[in-house]
């Protein structure tokens, strides 16, 4: 049923009679309601899907193979390009938190995404131009047959500016592109509302579909020496990409941006240390909100107030100074809205904290398994397969898997459980940790193998790296569990203020996972290495024990799925007060 067009008015109102338009507060690139017929939905969210696949092509182009680059063009040694690979990736997700803060604060989400877009492509560029005149000398170099010349001291700044220029742009682009193909959709219609649920799992399988050309040709073309053709490949891929995005601007729905978070929750605390002596009241109605279905935080709908965290309850608490100030001193008196976006982030913590042990098993797929592919036989044949391109397997799990888990998965626990959802998206993260925790017992074992097949102590072993195609298909399928889940919940999660640093909590993760693993690797280096061995993870991993690091994530992945699930007992989800009464709005819970 349409509703009254409140301000301004639509360019047809005779189209707004006919047309409702969403009851979400998303506006046209004019600032009108938005009509349901003519923006959104499917329609803009494919185009985002191939925006981000084409983007994604672009990132795997380059950083699929360039543990292989550090080490065949800038002569690295194994253990430092593969930290330096994890400070690279680690730094791409960090830089999401500053894109998701821009945009949920002042710039929104398209601004967002289209400025670091041309950061990324600018990025790009700048690393092709690098490699072509500068790093690949001579031409063809670092195949594994033709030594490349020694880096010059401007080749590599340029090389290091390029690829951090690379980190800051898709960082910033992702949590903020993830997030605004889900505002495609109006959450107030149950439709609508189930295609937004659908979009984090095609939103996925289009992160794979476009790392899947990446990870099969490119990968295969840069492992052959021809860095500069795959490294502008991948400028042109981004630069489609944000032809794509700019295309769909008319047909786009867009929500304002709520203001800075960062003052909101300060805001919280001050006021809640303000009154620590006050006694919050029991009923959560007896606490300070405004009137009306408005709240009044910019585009963000009214919270539920929730019974943890209560000491926190204190800044929506009334006193006589309140009345006094006739309650409008935002620093000591809060209403339940602000107070209970506070409690959602900090709920959500412990959360997103049990994820990062996976993130450091996931992060050992672009780093130690592609090094432990270049010590195993890659012919088959007389057909080379470059050990980067192995996880092309992972992809495939991941785009198979997503169809399984649709399909089959969810009809089937939907009858077990009752759950329309089949799993809830804490259930199927706690699922994601024990198949990643397996994957690092297979890959574990494989080198136990791998080493029993090595004759001569500086030579490939004669075990097939086509042996590597479980522990990749395992990461693929824990993925489809653990990292969608983390994108459906993290972005259902997050109130409306904060909704795409919702959705780069899950890139967050990845980045300290990275983080974390370089400290492993470091800390594993320094102790196991001694003048008489050369430890787990040396220089030819012939001499060392990579079996022994993928049993010690294994066993961190265990205490860390116990601690996952205590953190999800405890946690209650978020509750709107638009859809009290519609349970299928009410996030479920574990």
Same mark, same amino acid.
């Given at each position: 049923m349409a509703r009254k067009v409140e301000g301004k008015v639509a360019e047809n109102s005779i189209d707004t009679v006919i047309s409702p338009i969403t009851e979400d507060e998303s506006l046209d690139r004019n600032g009108n309601p938005v009509i349901k017929a003519r923006t959104g939905g499917w329609n803009s969210a494919v185009l985002l899907l191939v925006n981000y696949g084409l983007a994604t092509l672009a990132f795997f182009g380059v950083g699929v193979n360039l543990v292989v680059f550090l080490r065949r063009v800038l002569h690295q040694e194994t253990a430092v390009a593969a930290n330096n690979i994890s400070k690279w990736t680690g730094t791409v997700y960090i830089f999401s938190l500053i894109g998701a803060f821009l945009s949920d604060s002042y710039w929104g989400r398209y601004l967002t995404c289209t400025i670091f877009q041309i950061i990324y492509v600018v990025g790009l560029a700048t690393l092709s131009l690098a490699s072509w005149f500068l790093l690949v000398k001579p031409s063809g170099c670092g195949d594994g047959k033709v030594l490349c010349d020694p880096p010059s001291t401007s080749g590599t700044a340029i090389f290091y500016l390029s690829i951090y220029m690379i980190a800051f742009g898709n960082g910033g682009y992702q949590p903020s592109i993830a997030t605004f193909g889900s505002d495609q959709f109006d959450e107030m219609d149950p439709a609508e509302r189930h295609s937004k649920i659908s979009f984090f799992s095609y939103f996925y399988f289009a992160l794979n579909a476009g790392s899947l050309f990446s990870n099969t040709i490119l990968v295969y073309f840069e492992d052959e020496g021809k860095w500069v053709i795959g490294f502008w490949v991948s400028t042109a891929s981004a630069a489609l990409a944000l032809l794509f995005f700019l295309f769909g601007t008319p047909s786009y729905r867009y929500l304002k941006p709520s203001g800075n978070p960062l003052t909101r929750i300060a805001q919280v605390f001050v006021a809640s240390l303000q009154k620590w002596e006050v006694e919050p009241p029991s009923k959560g109605e007896m606490l300070y909100e405004v009137e009306g279905n408005e709240s009044t935080i910019a585009g963000s709908r009214k919270i539920l107030h929730s019974d943890e965290l209560r000491f926190l309850d204190k800044a929506a608490t009334l006193t006589e100074e309140d009345y006094r100030e006739n309650m409008e001193n935002p620093w000591k008196l809060c209403t339940v809205t602000q107070v209970e976006e506070v409690k959602c982030?900090?709920?959500?913590?412990?959360?997103?904290?049990?994820?990062?042990?996976?993130? #450091?098993?996931?992060?050992? +797929?672009? %780093?130690?398994?592609?090094?432990?592919?270049t010590t195993m036989k890659t012919h088959v044949g007389s057909f080379h397969i470059p050990p980067a391109s192995m996880s092309v397997f992972d992809i495939l799990s991941v785009l198979a898997f997503i169809g399984i888990y649709r399909r089959i998965v969810v009809p089937v626990m939907r009858r077990l459980s009752g759950n329309p959802k089949g799993l809830t998206e804490l259930q199927?993260?706690?699922?994601?940790?024990?198949?990643?925790?397996?994957?690092?017992?297979?890959?574990?074992?494989?080198?136990?193998?791998?080493?029993?097949? #090595?004759?001569?102590?500086? +030579?490939? %072993?004669s075990l097939s790296i086509l042996w590597q195609i479980p522990q990749y298909a395992l990461i693929g399928t824990s993925e489809v569990f653990m990292y969608v889940g983390q994108l459906e919940f993290f972005s259902g999660q997050a109130p409306d203020g904060v909704k795409s640093f919702g959705s780069s909590l899950c890139m967050a993760s990845i980045s300290l996972g990275n983080y974390v693993s370089i400290v492993l690797v470091t800390i594993i280096t320094s102790v196991t290495a001694t003048s008489q061995r050369p430890g787990w993870i040396p220089g030819n991993l012939n001499s060392g024990h990579l079996d022994r690091f993928y049993f010690l994530l294994a066993a961190l992945s265990f205490i860390d799925f116990v601690a996952y699930v205590m953190c999800a007992m405890w946690y209650k989800g978020i509750k709107f007060a638009a859809t009290e009464e519609d349970e299928e709005n009410i996030l479920n819970q574990v």
């Open positions: 982030v900090l709920k959500m913590l412990p959360i997103w904290l049990c994820t990062i042990i996976y993130s #450091v098993v996931f992060t050992q +797929m672009a %780093s130690l398994f592609v090094e432990q592919g199927r993260m706690g699922v994601g940790l024990v198949i990643g925790m397996l994957a690092m017992v297979v890959a574990g074992v494989l080198e136990i193998e791998r080493l029993k097949r #090595v004759s001569v102590p500086n +030579m490939p %072993s």
